[in-house]
C-alpha cells in the first residue's frame, strides 16, 4: 500500500521536475518572442522559424564545421547555441531593416493597427519560406545535436524511501540554468540599461518616443533582432536532448504564443513565467491524460487563458490594439 | 439599378467560368493536371469561407482548418465505419461545421486583434492532437466495387472536377448573395468601424456569429470533397497549418473582400506551387510552401489587399472624373423658432460617469423636447462626446436616468438604441472607402427596413435630404470631407430616427461647406427632426441652435439662449480664460 | 529661429491647415490661440514630421525641417510637449525625465534635471512612481519637464491647460512664463485658454479653421475684440 503511494509520489515528482526544467527553457524561448511582441505589438509567426534555425545552426557549427570541437564534446554544443543567438540577431535585425519595415513603425504610428495585420501576415510568409528553405538546405531527416551529458543523469535519492529516486538528464538541467541565466541577463538589459530604457519608452508610446527623437523603427529592429537572437539560443539548447527536423518551429510556436499570451502579453517577466506554467502544464498533465494529448492540454489550457483572462496569468491589461 | 445590373452580370460571369473550366478539364488527358483543375476549385472555395468570415469582418482566422478538418474526418468516418455515402457525408459535414462555427465563434468573438488570431489558430492544433490520439492517424477511404457512383466514386476523373466545380459555383453564388445584401454590408461595416456599425443599428455579434456558421459549413464543404477526391485523411493533412494558411493565402493574394479574390488565388498560386512540386520536389522538397511564403511577402509588401484591389484601384483612378462639387444654394435663415411647447423626447437626469477616478460626466440633467435643435458647447475634455457615448450605449453610465419616448435608455448597446430611434454621426467620419454612397447610406437603412427595397428607399430618400442623390454612385473614398460629413449624416436618417446626435459635424470644412451643412441641417429640424449638436464653430452654431447646454468639466455649467450662454460669465471663464472674464466684468 | 511659410496639411478630403505662416523670433515666446479644430495641434504635428504638409516651408534656424525625418528634429534642439502629455505610463518619472534628455550628454542634463526639480518640486517627491499613476496635472508638469530635459533651444508646448482645472492651470501658465522670463527659453504654445495665453505671451496668432485670422503683440490682441468673436461668435 504505501508504495504505491511512494511510487505515485515519485512519478508525480520526477513529472514537476521535468516541468521546471522543461519551462525554463520554454520560459527563455517565450522571453524572446514576448520582447518582440511588447516593443513591436506583432505576433510573430516566424518565431519558431528562428527557434529551428538556432537548432540547425547549433548543429552545423559543432558537428558540421567543427569549430567548436576543441571545446570538447561537452561544451562544444553549449557554444554552438550560444553563438546562434547572435547569428539569427543579424538575420533578423536584416530581414526588418531590409523588408518588414516598410510594413511598420511610423506608418503603423497613425493608430489605424492596419500595418499589424500587414506585419502579421508577413511574418507567416516568412515562416513559410524558412522552414520549407531549410527543409530544401538540410532535407527532414531527423537531426540531434549530440553530447554526452544527454545520456548521463543525476540522482538524487528521495529521502523516505532508499529505493526510489528522482533522475535528472544533465543535458536538460544544463539547458536549464542556461536558460535561467540568460533570460535573467535580458531581464537586466531591458530594465536596468540605457538601451532597455529607449525599447520601453519606443514600446510604451511610440509616437512620445519620436518626440524625444528616438528612431522607433530602429528601436522595433533592435527588439526583433535580440528577441530572435534569444530564442534561437532556447532552440540550440533544446536541440542537445531533442531531435528535430525542418518543421520543428511548429511544435514550439504554439508553446511560445501561449506562453506569451499567459504572460500578459509584452511583459518579460510574465512571459517567462508563462513559458514555465506551459512546461509544467505539459509534463504533470501526462499524470492524467494520455501522452499523444500532452499538446492538446496546452491548447485547451491556452484557449481557457485567452477566452477568461486575456491580459494573462500574470500580466495587466495594458494591450493598445 | 446599377446594382441588379452588375449581380446579373456576376452570375452570368459564374457560369461562365465554371464551364469554362469544365471544358478546360476535356481537354486535359493527364490525371495529374486533371487532379490540379479539381483542387484549384477546393482551395478556391476554403478561400471564398475564409473571406466570408475574414475578409468582410476583418477579424483574421488562422484557424480555419478546424473547419476543414472536420468536414474531411466527418465524410471519412461516416463512410468507413458507418457505410454513410460522401453525398450525404458531405451534408453532415457541413452540419458539423456549422456547429463548429457555433461554438467557436461563441466565446471567441469576445477577442479582438491579436487575441482573436492567437486563439483561433489554437482551435485545429487541438483537434489535430485529439484526432491522432483517437487512433485516426491515417484514415484511407475505401474503394466500393459496388455502386461506386453511389459513394462518389467515378472511373472517370472529370466528374471529380465536375463536383469540385459545382461546389465552387455554389460557394461563390452564396458569397454574391452575401455581397449583394444587407449581411455583407453589415460585415463591411463591422470591419471598417465595429462602433459605427453598432451605432447605425447592427447587431455585431449576431451578423459574426451568421459569419462564423457559413463559414464553418463551406470550409467544412470543401474539406469533405477533398477526403473524396485524395481518398485519404491525416490529421495534420486536414488540420494542420498549412491548410490554414492556404485558406488566408490565396485569399490575400487574389484580393481580400470580394468573391473573386479566393479564385484569382488559388487559378495562380495552386498550379504553380503544384508544377513546382510536381517538377522540383525530388530535388527540391520543400519548394510549395516556399513559393507560397513568397507570394505571401511580395503581395504583402506590393499589395497589401490583393491582386484584384490592386488592379481595380488602378483602373478606377484612370476613369475617374474630375469631380466640381455642386453647392446648394440654399439661403441661411436665422435660428429655427424653438418648439419650446413639444413633448419630452430625451430626459436625462443626474447622469454620470467617471473613468479611473476622473468625473467626465458628472450630475447632467436635461430635457431634449420634440422638434428641437439643442446645441451643446463646451472647451476641449468638457465630456461632450462622452456624454453621447453614454446617450446611445457606446458606455454604461455609472448613476442617473436616461429616458427616450418613454423607453429607459439605460443598459441598452448602441444597436438597440438605434433601433428606438437614436441616430448619431461622429467626430471623425468613418466612411466605408471601397463601397458607393449609395451603399454607405444604406448600411444604416436596414434597421428601420422590413425590406431589402423598404431599406434602398430608406437610403435614396435619406441621399435626397442631405442633396447628395445625384452622385449615389460615386466610391466613398474618392469624396470631399463636406460629402463625407453629409454621407455620414444619410446614414444617420436613414434609419429614420427621431433624435440625431451630431458630433461635431462642421469639423473641417470650409466656410462653403459649413454653409451648405447648415443648410441641410436647418431643413431637417424644419422636417421635424429633433437634433442635439456638438460643435466649436461658435459662428455657425449661433445661426443654428436656438437653445444651448455649455459643459465643463463634466459639469453642466449653463444653459438658455445663445446670449444668455455667451453672456454669461462662468461660459466667458470657461472658454476665454478667468483673466479675461475680469477683464470685462 | 523658426519660420513657417505657406504651411498647408491636408487629410482625407479635410484642410487641417491652408496657408498659414508664422514666425518665432530667438527667446520670444509665441502663443497660437484658437477654437478647437482650429488646426493648432496639426500645425505642431507637421513641425515635429508626424503628419506631413502637402505645401509650404518650415525652417528651424535656416535649416528644412520638411527634408528631416521626425525622429531627427529634436536633434535639432526642439522639444514637443505634445497635447493630452503622452507620458511613457509604465515607466518611473525619472526614467520619463531620461527619455526627455534622450539626445544629451548625461552631464547637461544632471544640471537640467536640478532645475526641473525646482520648477516642479513634486516631480521630485514622486520620482519613483509610474507616470501612468500622477494625477493630470502631475503629468503634465512631467510633460512639461520631460520636454525641456534635453535644454532645447525651441519648446512647443500642446495645450498644457486640457483637462485642467483652473488653479493647476494657473500654476502652469506660471511655470511656463517663469521658464521664458529666467531661463530666456523660445517658447511656441498652443493654448485654448485665451486670456491666458495671450497675458503671457510676446506676440500671438489667432488661428480659426485652419487659417490665421488676427496676428499681433500682446497688447494689440488684448485690445482686440475680434477673438471674443472667434471663439463665442459675436
Sequence with gaps: ?321 | ?585 | MLEIDGLSVAYGGLHALSSVSLRVAAGQFVAIVGPNGAGKTTLFKAISGTVAAAAGAIRFEGRDLLALSPAARPHLGIAHVPEGRQPFASMTVRENLEMGAYRVRRSDYRRQLERIFALFPVLFERRHQAAGTLSGGEQQMLAIGRGIASSPRLLLLDEPSMGLSPIVADAIFERVAELHREDGLTILMVEQRVAEAVQSCDFGYVLETGRVVLAGTRGALLADDRIRTVYLGM
Design chain 2, 1 to 585: 439599378m446599377t446594382h441588379v445590373r452588375s449581380a446579373t452580370a456576376a452570375v452570368a460571369l459564374i457560369a461562365f467560368i465554371s464551364l469554362a473550366w469544365l471544358a478546360l478539364g476535356f481537354l486535359v488527358t493527364s490525371s495529374y493536371v486533371q487532379l490540379m483543375l479539381t483542387l484549384v476549385p477546393i482551395w478556391a472555395v476554403m478561400g471564398l469561407s475564409w473571406n466570408i468570415l475574414s475578409g468582410y469582418t476583418g477579424l483574421v482566422s488562422f484557424g480555419h482548418a478546424s473547419f476543414f478538418g472536420l468536414g474531411a474526418y466527418t465524410v471519412t468516418i461516416a463512410l468507413v465505419r458507418y457505410d454513410v455515402t460522401p453525398w450525404l457525408g458531405i451534408p453532415l459535414g457541413m452540419i458539423v461545421g456549422a456547429v463548429a462555427g457555433i461554438l467557436i465563434g461563441y466565446p471567441t468573438f469576445r477577442l479582438r486583434g491579436h487575441y482573436f488570431a492567437l486563439a483561433m489558430l489554437a482551435y485545429p492544433l487541438a483537434l489535430l492532437y485529439v484526432f491522432s490520439w483517437l487512433g485516426y492517424q491515417e484514415v484511407a477511404l475505401p474503394m466500393k466495387r459496388e455502386a461506386p457512383h453511389w459513394y462518389m466514386q467515378f472511373e472517370n476523373f472529370h466528374a471529380y472536377t465536375g463536383l469540385a466545380v459545382a461546389l465552387l459555383a455554389a460557394a461563390l453564388l452564396v458569397s454574391l448573395a452575401i455581397e449583394r445584401s444587407r449581411f455583407g454590408l453589415s460585415l463591411v461595416a463591422i470591419k471598417q468601424n465595429e462602433p459605427a456599425a453598432e451605432a447605425a443599428g447592427i447587431d455585431t455579434l449576431a451578423w459574426k456569429m451568421k459569419a462564423i456558421v457559413l463559414s464553418g459549413a463551406i470550409a467544412a464543404a470543401a474539406g469533405g470533397l477533398y477526403a473524396v477526391v485524395l481518398l485519404v485523411v491525416t490529421p495534420e493533412s486536414v488540420f494542420g497549418m498549412l491548410t490554414s494558411a492556404q485558406a488566408l493565402i490565396v485569399t490575400l493574394f487574389g484580393g481580400v473582400g470580394t468573391l473573386w479574390g479566393p479564385v484569382i488565388g488559388a487559378a495562380i498560386l495552386v498550379p504553380v506551387s503544384e508544377v513546382l512540386q510536381a517538377r522540383l520536389g525530388d530535388v527540391l522538397p520543400g519548394i510549395q510552401g516556399v513559393v507560397f511564403g513568397a507570394a505571401i511577402i511580395v503581395v504583402i509588401l506590393l499589395a497589401p489587399e490583393g491582386i484584384f484591389w490592386r488592379v481595380r484601384d488602378r483602373l478606377a483612378r484612370r476613369a475617374e472624373p474630375t469631380i466640381v462639387a455642386p453647392r446648394a444654394e440654399v439661403p441661411l435663415g436665422q435660428a429655427a423658432v424653438m418648439h419650446a411647447d413639444g413633448a419630452a423626447l430625451l430626459e436625462v437626469d443626474r447622469l454620470a460617469k467617471s473613468f479611473g477616478g476622473v468625473r467626465a460626466v458628472a450630475d447632467v440633467s436635461f430635457t431634449v423636447r420634440e422638434g428641437e435643435i439643442l446645441g451643446i458647447i463646451g472647451p476641449n475634455g468638457a465630456g461632450k462626446t462622452t456624454l453621447f457615448n453614454l446617450l446611445n450605449g457606446f458606455l454604461r453610465p455609472d448613476d442617473g436616468t436616461m429616458r427616450f419616448g418613454g423607453h429607459d435608455l439605460m443598459g441598452l448597446k448602441p444597436n438597440r438604441a438605434c433601433r428606438l430611434g437614436i441616430g448619431r454621426t461622429f467626430q471623425v467620419v468613418r466612411s466605408f472607402p471601397r463601397l458607393s454612397l449609395f451603399e454607405n447610406v444604406l448600411v444604416g437603412a436596414y434597421v428601420a427596413a422590413a425590406t431589402p427595397a423598404d431599406a434602398a428607399s430608406a437610403a435614396q430618400h435619406a441621399l435626397d435630404r442631405v442633396r447628395l442623390s445625384s452622385r449615389a454612385d460615386e466610391i466613398a473614398g474618392a469624396l470631399s470631407m463636406r460629402d463625407l460629413r453629409l454621407m455620414e449624416l444619410a446614414r444617420a436618417l436613414a434609419g429614420r430616427p427621431r433624435l440625431i446626435l451630431m458630433d461635431e459635424p462642421l469639423a473641417g470644412l470650409a466656410a462653403g461647406a459649413i454653409d451648405d451643412m447648415l443648410a441641410v441641417i436647418q431643413s431637417l429640424a424644419a422636417g421635424g427632426l429633433t437634433i442635439v449638436i456638438i460643435e466649436h464653430t461658435m459662428s455657425a452654431m449661433m445661426r443654428l441652435a436656438p437653445r444651448f447646454l455649455v459643459l465643463d468639466h463634466g459639469a453642466l455649467l449653463a444653459a438658455g439662449t445663445p446670449q444668455e450662454v455667451t453672456s454669461n460669465p462662468a461660459v466667458i471663464e470657461a472658454y476665454l480664460g478667468k483673466k479675461w472674464a475680469a477683464r470685462r466684468a
Design chain 1, 1 to 321: 500500500m504505501s508504495s504505491t503511494i511512494g511510487a505515485t509520489i515519485e512519478i508525480s515528482l520526477q513529472a514537476l521536475a521535468a516541468g521546471v526544467l522543461t519551462g525554463c527553457i520554454y520560459g527563455l524561448m517565450c522571453v524572446g518572442l514576448g520582447l518582440i511582441f511588447g516593443v513591436m505589438r506583432v505576433i510573430n509567426f516566424a518565431q519558431g522559424d528562428f527557434l529551428m534555425l538556432g537548432m540547425y545552426f547549433t548543429l552545423y557549427t559543432v558537428t558540421g564545421l567543427g569549430i567548436f570541437t576543441f571545446l570538447g564534446p561537452v561544451a562544444g554544443p553549449y557554444a554552438g547555441a550560444i553563438l546562434a543567438g547572435p547569428a539569427l540577431f543579424v538575420g533578423a535585425y536584416l530581414l526588418h531593416r531590409l523588408l518588414m519595415r516598410r510594413l511598420t513603425g511610423t506608418r503603423a504610428l497613425g493608430g489605424e493597427g492596419d500595418g499589424h495585420y500587414g506585419q502579421l501576415i508577413f511574418t507567416l510568409g516568412v515562416a513559410l519560406v524558412l522552414e520549407n528553405g531549410a527543409l530544401i538546405l538540410f532535407g527532414s531527416t531527423p537531426e540531434a545535436v549530440r553530447t554526452p551529458l544527454a545520456s548521463r543523469a543525476w540522482e538524487i535519492p528521495l529521502l523516505y524511501d532508499e529505493t526510489s529516486a528522482l533522475f535528472l538528464n544533465k543535458a536538460s538541467v544544463v539547458a536549464a540554468i542556461l536558460s535561467l541565466v540568460i533570460a535573467a541577463a535580458l531581464y537586466l538589459v531591458v530594465n536596468r540599461t540605457w538601451l532597455g530604457q529607449t525599447l520601453r519608452a519606443a514600446a510604451d508610446n511610440p509616437i512620445a518616443a519620436t518626440y524625444m527623437g528616438i528612431d522607433v523603427d530602429r528601436a522595433h529592429r533592435l527588439a526583433f533582432g535580440i528577441g530572435a537572437g534569444i530564442t534561437a539560443i532556447a532552440g540550440g539548447l533544446v536541440a542537445t536532448y531533442h531531435p528535430f527536423q525542418p518543421y520543428v518551429g511548429f511544435e514550439f510556436v504554439i508553446i511560445m504564443y501561449a506562453g506569451v499570451v499567459m504572460g500578459g502579453m509584452g511583459s518579460i517577466l510574465g512571459a517567462f513565467w508563462g513559458g514555465m506554467t506551459i512546461g509544467l502544464v505539459q509534463q504533470l498533465s501526462t499524470l492524467v491524460v494520455p501522452l499523444q494529448l500532452q499538446n492538446a492540454a496546452i491548447f485547451v489550457v491556452f484557449l481557457l487563458v485567452v477566452l477568461l483572462r486575456p491580459q494573462g496569468l500574470f500580466g495587466r491589461a495594458t494591450e493598445r490594439v
